[in-house]
Structure formats: structure tokens, C-alpha cells
């Protein structure tokens, strides 16, 4: 019988596993997290009627993956889409007030945040060629300054880095964290015709505008359907400190204890990756090293209905991180979700940090929720103090994924090669989404798979070991 370790038990961990089961049921399956609950980064807290996302907020559709695996564990009827409003209804605060993010070209021509240049120069997108000398990879804001032009960089793809990395446009991997863009210039010139494009095949296979999607309990749900599903393999308080090679395969050291494995799974965060991998291969775990983390916290804040005049039915507001502000941005949660919030109350989700102002994430809690709230009555209008607070920090939130990234994967990818039956996964390489992680989380069990057949086969072993899989944008 074969004997798999997946070690970690965030997303990435939980989805390999679950997909590995049904791939190879009569396997001999672990799951090792350190921590005494699965989840990592996902995980909603419900305290004083008030449900709080400790990490993301909700699932995306823009890939099918996660809301598939939700299907697949019989949860597609408990599934609910974030509000109408929030769907179109997305703000910027920039010069002192809120301003709703253009939705179509024409509420770009008439929209404040750009002069009359900038949303000239933004509306030209598709006519602007692209330059045949092209280095192999550049950074986001270099990127979108070639294609937008200056004023719109630092407006919205500042705006759009803010909200998903919290990282540095200016040092970002296009490739890398957009994948997306630099395909749609490739494929069909210009960034704006490729949305228009990826738009017209959503709605032809009857797929409206993009949304966000959770549970009324939130994404919880997901992870204890996960758990319990994979019932007894889960082993959680099970920290893993270093792999080995031993004569009859893996040797997994977690603890005092030592479990053997023909094929290990690594989908803890990179730096873990690293420290399990150095005594073993050098040259790989400082490949992986390189990729680091910024830091997050998470500030949740219950204000009374009456407290907070200006309840906007929306999504949220980011703050771009070129004007530095205590809060990177604020997720309205209550008119996204129902029941987020009790009858008469907003739940509102304040992010901190960033590459930018990792400062925030340091501070006392006491501090930081002072500062957030005088935020909140600046950009919001609150007039009476919070009745609910909760606050998560996540030291090493978010991997950055800087120019080159896509060339260090390959090398990973090279150097992990040598090491039959070590299959490396996780949100350190291809997609920090959880769409990402579940996609590269179904590519992993299909490598696991790919390994256990070489033999059968007859095909080189060294196509085994490899990184997640090619990105697809
Ligand atoms: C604040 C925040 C907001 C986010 N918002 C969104 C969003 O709205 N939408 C979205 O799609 N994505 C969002 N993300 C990203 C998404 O949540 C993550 O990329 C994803 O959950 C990562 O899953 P993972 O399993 O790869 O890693 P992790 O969740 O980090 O899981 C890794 C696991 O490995 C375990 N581990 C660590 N060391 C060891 C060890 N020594 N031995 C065994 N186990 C170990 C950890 O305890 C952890 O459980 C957000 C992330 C954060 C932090």
C-alpha cells in the first residue's frame, strides 16, 4: 500500500488530500498540521452574534475551483452570493472621499480620480501596441504604465495590488501575480479587449459578471466539511521539522516521532518549505527561502446602524498604498453577506500593513483600534464608538511574488526534480487565491498519481517532482 504525507493543513493541504482520496482511496494517507485546528489562513470566528472572517472574506467565481470543491463535498445548496450592490459597487478613497470605481468605459470617461489625460491615456489601451523586446518578466506597475499610462497605474493597479497582495506594484511580477494581463496583451493586444473577450465567453456559457461567494456561517464551513470528511488521516499538533531519505523512502519528522512516506506533500507556507528542505537540499530550500511574506492584521469593527450614517451598499473601499493610510482598505461585510452583522448593527473588516505599513501591524491592539476607528470617522463618518471589536494578526500573510518569480518556480521546479516522490505545493508559487491553491492543489494529486504509475509506465522519474503546474492565467 502506498504511503502519502501531505504536510499542512491550510487549503492546500486539506484540497490535496481530499482529491488524493478519491484518486487513491485504498492509500495510506496522512495529513500533518502543526496547529491544533486545519484551516491556516481561512477560519471565521462567531462571537457576540458577530460572524469575523479571520483571513479571506469569500470565494471567488472567477475560477470554478473552489466553488466545485464545495459542490463535491455536498455543500452547493448551502452557498450563498455576496450582495447585488456588492457585486457593482466598489470604492476608492483617494483626496479625501469615496469614490465608486468605474464599472464601463463610459463611467471611466466621466470618472474624478484620473484627469481628463489620465482616462484618455487609460481608453487608448487597446490601440497601444506592444513592444516586440520585451524583458521576460516586469513588474506590475511597469506594466501597467506601459499599458495605461502613469495616472492610472498609480490610481487603480496601485488600488488593485492593495486589495489582493497588499504588496509593491513597483516590485510585483506581472507574470507572476496577474497572470492574466500579460496573456490578454499576448493574445489579443490590449488588456481591455481580453476582459472584453473573457466577459462575452462567461455570458455565452451562461455565467453572469464575476462574484463573491461563502456561507451563511461563513468559509468555516468549508473547512470543517473538508476536515471531517477526511475524518481520522487529519492529524493536527503535528509540527514537521525536517524530511530525510531513508532506505525505504521518506522519513517525516514531526515532533519526537518519525513517519515514513513514499511520497510527501509539502503545502505548508514557503519559508516552512524551506526550513523542512535544508538539511536535505541546500540549494532548493534557499531558492524557496527567497520567496517572503508580508504582514497583515485584521481589524474587525461592530458599530451601531446609528453610529455609522454613511452605510454605502457595496463591497468596501481600498485605499491605494501610495497614500500610505493607517487602513489599506475596509470590506463592508454586513452588506456583502446577511447576518454578518446582529439587526441594527454593521460589521465592517478594516485591513492593515502591508508591504508599505508593516509599521500597523506591530502596534499594541489597544492602538491599532484606536487608529482604525479614527480611520473609520474620517472615511466613514462613524459618530459613536464600536460595540465589537476582534483583531488577527497575520505576521506572514501574504507571499510576494516579485519580479522573477516566475523563473525561480522553474528552478524550484528544476531543483525539486531530484528528489523523487517530493511534490511541493501551496500558495508560495502559482496563485495566492484560493481558486489558486485549490487548482494547484488538484494538480498535486494528479502528479502524486502521475509518480505512483512511473513505474508502470516506464516514464523518466525525474518528471515527477515538480512545482504545482503551469499557470493558467
Ligand atoms: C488576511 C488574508 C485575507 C485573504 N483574503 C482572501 C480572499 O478574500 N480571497 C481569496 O481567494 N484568498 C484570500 N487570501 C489568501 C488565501 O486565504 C490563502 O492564500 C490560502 O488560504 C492559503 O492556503 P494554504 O493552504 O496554501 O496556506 P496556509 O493557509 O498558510 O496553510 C498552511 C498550513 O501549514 C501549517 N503549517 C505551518 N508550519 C507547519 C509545520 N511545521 N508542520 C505542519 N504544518 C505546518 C499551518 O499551520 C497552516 O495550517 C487571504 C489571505 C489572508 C492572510
Known amino acids: ?265 509539502l503545502t505548508t507556507p514557503a519559508y516552512h518549505q524551506a526550513d523542512v528542505l535544508r538539511e536535505l537540499d541546500p540549494e532548493l530550500a534557499a531558492e524557496i527561502a527567497g520567496i517572503w511574506y508580508n504582514a497583515i492584521a485584521v481589524v474587525a469593527l461592530g458599530y451601531r446602524e446609528a453610529d455609522a450614517p454613511n452605510r454605502p451598499d457595496g463591497f468596501g473601499y481600498i485605499a491605494p498604498q501610495n497614500t500610505r493610510r493607517d487602513v489599506l482598505g475596509v470590506q463592508w461585510c454586513s452588506s456583502t453577506f446577511p447576518d454578518r452583522a446582529p439587526p441594527g448593527f454593521v460589521l465592517w473588516r478594516a485591513l492593515c500593513g502591508g508591504v508599505n505599513r508593516a509599521d500597523m501591524v506591530e502596534l499594541p491592539d489597544a492602538q491599532l483600534l484606536r487608529a482604525v476607528h479614527a480611520e473609520m470617522r474620517v472615511t466613514m463618518c462613524v459618530t459613536g464608538e464600536p460595540v465589537f471589536t476582534r483583531v488577527v494578526r497575520w505576521p506572514r500573510a501574504i507571499p510576494q511574488y516579485e519580479v522573477g518569480h516566475p523563473q525561480r518556480v522553474d528552478r524550484i521546479d528544476r531543483l525539486a526534480a531530484r528528489h523523487r516522490g517530493l511534490i511541493l505545493g501551496g500558495s508560495g508559487y502559482r496563485g495566492v487565491a484560493m481558486n489558486d491553491c485549490v487548482e494547484q492543489a488538484e494538480a498535486v494529486a494528479e502528479r502524486v498519481v502521475g509518480t505512483l504509475l512511473v513505474p508502470f509506465l516506464g516514464e523518466p522519474a525525474a518528471s515527477a517532482a515538480r512545482v504545482g503546474s503551469h499557470p493558467t492565467g
Open 1 to 265: 500500500m502506498t504511503r502519502i504525507a501531505v504536510v499542512g493543513g491550510g487549503l492546500s493541504g486539506l484540497a490535496a488530500a481530499f482529491r488524493l482520496r478519491q484518486h487513491l482511496p485504498a492509500a495510506d494517507l496522512t495529513l500533518l498540521e502543526a496547529r491544533d485546528r486545519v484551516g491556516g489562513a481561512i477560519g471565521t470566528d462567531r462571537l457576540d452574534g458577530f460572524t469575523v472572517e479571520r483571513g479571506p472574506n469569500g470565494i471567488f467565481d472567477a475560477k470554478p475551483h473552489t466553488l466545485q470543491l464545495c459542490r463535491d463535498l455536498g455543500l452547493g445548496d448551502r452557498l450563498i452570493a455576496a450582495s447585488e450592490g456588492s457585486r457593482k459597487n466598489r470604492f476608492l478613497f483617494l483626496n479625501g472621499r469615496l469614490h465608486r470605481l468605474p464599472g464601463d468605459p463610459l463611467s471611466l470617461l466621466r470618472t474624478p480620480v484620473l484627469s481628463v489625460r489620465g482616462r484618455l491615456s487609460m481608453l487608448v489601451e487597446p490601440f497601444r501596441r506592444r513592444p516586440g523586446n520585451l524583458p521576460d518578466d516586469e513588474s506590475v506597475a511597469a506594466f501597467a504604465r506601459r499599458r495605461f499610462g502613469r495616472e492610472a497605474a498609480d490610481v487603480f493597479i496601485d488600488a488593485l495590488v492593495t486589495g489582493i497582495h497588499a504588496g509593491d506594484p513597483e516590485k510585483l511580477s506581472v507574470r507572476a501575480a496577474f497572470p492574466r494581463l500579460p496573456k490578454f496583451e499576448a493574445e489579443h493586444g490590449s488588456v481591455i479587449r481580453g476582459f472584453l473577450r473573457a466577459a462575452k465567453e462567461r455570458r455565452k456559457v451562461g455565467a453572469g459578471p464575476q462574484r463573491m461567494w461563502s456561507f451563511r456561517e461563513g468559509l468555516q464551513v468549508l473547512i470543517d466539511a473538508l476536515a471531517e470528511r477526511l475524518g481520522p488521516i487529519v492529524r493536527t499538533g503535528k509540527p514537521v521539522s525536517r524530511i530525510e531519505r531513508g532506505e525505504s523512502g521518506w522519513r517525516v519528522h514531526t515532533g519526537g516521532a518519525v513517519i515514513q512516506a513514499d511520497t510527501v506533500v
